[in-house]
C-alpha cells in the first residue's frame, strides 16, 4: 500500500534548524505535486509550502519565505523540507500531503502520518 512517510521531526533551539523528510514508500505519487502543512495545538491545519512534482516551481506561506525551502528528490522519491531560524510559533505537527498545486487541504488526496516540531524560547 502506498504512503507517504514523514521524518525529521523533533525538540530544537529558536534559532535552529532541522529538515523534514517525507518518503514515498510505494512510488506512488509520481505526477503529483507536493506540499507541507503544519498543525498547532487547537488550530487548523495550515498550508506551509508546496512543490511541483518536476520540482521546477514552489509556493510558500508568506511566515517561512526565506526561512523554509521545500524541495524533492525524484529518484529518492522524498521531499524535503529545510527549516531554518526556527521559532517557536513554527512549533506544530507537519505534515506532507500529495496533490494538486495548492495552499488548501482540499486540494490534496493523500496525507502522511505527521512529525512533531517543537521549537523552545
Known amino acids: 500500500q502506498a504512503q507517504l512517510v514523514e521524518s525529521g521531526g523533533g525538540l530544537v533551539q529558536a534559532g535552529g534548524s532541522l529538515r523534514l523528510s517525507c518518503a514515498d514508500s510505494?512510488?506512488?505519487?509520481?505526477?503529483?505535486?507536493m506540499g507541507w502543512f503544519r498543525q498547532a495545538p487547537g488550530k487548523e491545519r495550515d498550508f506551509v509550502a508546496v512543490?511541483?512534482?518536476?520540482?521546477?516551481?514552489?509556493k510558500y506561506q508568506d511566515s517561512v519565505k526565506g526561512r523554509f525551502t521545500i524541495s524533492r528528490d525524484t529518484a529518492k522519491n522524498t521531499v524535503y523540507l529545510q527549516m531554518n531560524s526556527l521559532k517557536p510559533e513554527d512549533t506544530a505537527v507537519y505534515y506532507c500531503?500529495?496533490?494538486?498545486?495548492?495552499?488548501?487541504?482540499?486540494?490534496?488526496?493523500?496525507w502522511g502520518q505527521g512529525t512533531q516540531v517543537t521549537v523552545s524560547s
Open positions: 500531503a500529495a496533490g494538486r498545486f495548492g495552499s488548501t487541504r482540499s486540494e490534496y488526496d493523500y
Open positions: 510505494g512510488r506512488a505519487f509520481r505526477g503529483y505535486d
Open positions: 512543490i511541483r512534482w518536476t520540482g521546477g516551481v514552489t
